[in-house]
């Protein structure tokens, strides 16, 4: 018994390394081809978020958790808010 508690967390101790990108979005929109061509500076995209919602934290395109943009020394930072289930789907709040 005692050699499988080691191995689990041998396990755990190897993933703890791996590197991971966490990507904070503000919103999505949908847009054909045409349209993406058609943008230029200045040009506005609506995106599927209102004022005052929260933010969707990803991980590897997975909704990982909700939060709000926040300042911390003169850098965006992102203050979590709730931890997602994994039925969750990103830009659908559940509230």
Do not use: C, T, W
Not at 36 to 54: P, T
Not at 56 to 84: P, Q, Y
């Amino acid at each position: 018994m005692d050699s499988e508690k080691d191995d689990i967390f041998h396990n755990i101790k190897f993933v703890n390394d791996v590197p991971l990108i966490l990507s904070v979005e503000i919103g999505r929109a949908e847009m054909n081809f045409r349209q993406v061509l058609s943008l230029k500076k200045g040009s506005v995209i609506e995106l599927n978020k209102l004022v005052g919602d929260k933010l969707d934290a990803v991980i590897n395109e997975k909704l990982f958790a909700r939060g709000e943009a926040v300042v911390v020394n003169e850098h965006m930072g992102f203050r979590v808010s709730e931890i997602s289930r994994p039925d969750e789907k990103i830009g659908v709040s559940n509230d």
